[in-house]
């Protein structure tokens, strides 16, 4: 499949995750308890996402009391979240690999009245306002306009018989409370709203 695929243009995974899991650590003590929702077991996505959490969290000396799969879905995140909260009680943070898990878990955690903060993947418009409201406590944003950028820039060089890289990271960012309004004003204008 693929065979004549000159390169891979968008999100490193694992840094991204990595990079999420650092911040998550600049902001709880070592020792504060966490748990990670992912997407459906075997997703290489969500496997790589997945690993840059643990690297993070582990390395700032957070706990990791369960990894769920909640298979990127609001509902069953929201299911999921109400089962960990009912069966640990104190969950200092949730990290997810996807934002709409992030919105199931956030859902139950305002359900239970718990303190727990939601961290999400993908920086999605509704994620990142309710990161701006303060609702969650962020989300690691991929940048897909670059990688529409980054993708027509390697095509023309690819065409004019240039060397291209086999795999190019058009980075992530981590999107807080106190960036999230200019990320989404950004991404509106982007998209042209």
Same mark, same amino acid.
């Given at each position: 499949m693929f065979e004549k695929?000159?390169?891979?243009?968008?999100? &490193?995974?694992?840094? !991204?995750?990595?990079?999420? @899991?650092?911040?998550?650590?600049?902001?709880?003590?070592? =020792?504060?308890?966490? +748990?990670?929702?992912?997407?459906?077991?075997?997703?290489?996505?969500?496997?790589?996402?997945?690993?840059?959490?643990?690297?993070?969290?582990?390395?700032?000396g957070i706990e990791i009391l369960e990894v769920q799969a909640a298979d990127s879905q609001a509902e069953k995140a929201l299911n999921v979240t109400?089962?960990?909260?009912?069966?640990?009680?104190?969950?200092?943070?949730?990290?997810?690999?996807?934002?709409?898990?992030?919105? &199931?878990?956030?859902? !139950?955690?305002?359900?239970? @009245?718990?303190?727990?903060?939601?961290?999400?993947?993908? =920086?999605?418009?509704? +994620?990142?306002?309710?990161t701006a409201e303060g609702t969650y406590m962020g989300t690691v944003a991929q940048d897909p306009y670059n990688m529409g950028v980054v993708g027509v820039q390697e095509a023309v060089k690819a065409a004019q018989g240039e060397t291209i890289e086999n795999r190019i990271d058009t980075g992530a960012i981590v999107v807080t409370k106190d960036t999230a309004a200019d990320f989404v004003a950004d991404i509106k204008s982007k998209v042209g709203e």
């Amino acid at each position: 499949m693929f065979e004549k695929k000159l390169t891979f243009i968008g999100t &490193g995974n694992t840094p !991204a995750a990595k990079l999420g @899991g650092e911040y998550v650590c600049s902001q709880f003590p070592a =020792g504060s308890k966490a +748990v990670i929702l992912r997407g459906r077991l075997g997703d290489t996505n969500h496997d790589e996402r997945q690993a840059g959490w643990e690297e993070a969290l582990k390395a700032g000396g957070i706990e990791i009391l369960e990894v769920q799969a909640a298979d990127s879905q609001a509902e069953k995140a929201l299911n999921v979240t109400q089962d960990l909260l009912a069966k640990y009680g104190d969950i200092d943070v949730i990290c997810t690999t996807a934002d709409s898990m992030a919105q &199931g878990a956030q859902s !139950a955690v305002d359900a239970a @009245g718990a303190k727990t903060k939601v961290m999400g993947f993908d =920086g999605t418009i509704p +994620v990142a306002e309710g990161t701006a409201e303060g609702t969650y406590m962020g989300t690691v944003a991929q940048d897909p306009y670059n990688m529409g950028v980054v993708g027509v820039q390697e095509a023309v060089k690819a065409a004019q018989g240039e060397t291209i890289e086999n795999r190019i990271d058009t980075g992530a960012i981590v999107v807080t409370k106190d960036t999230a309004a200019d990320f989404v004003a950004d991404i509106k204008s982007k998209v042209g709203e």
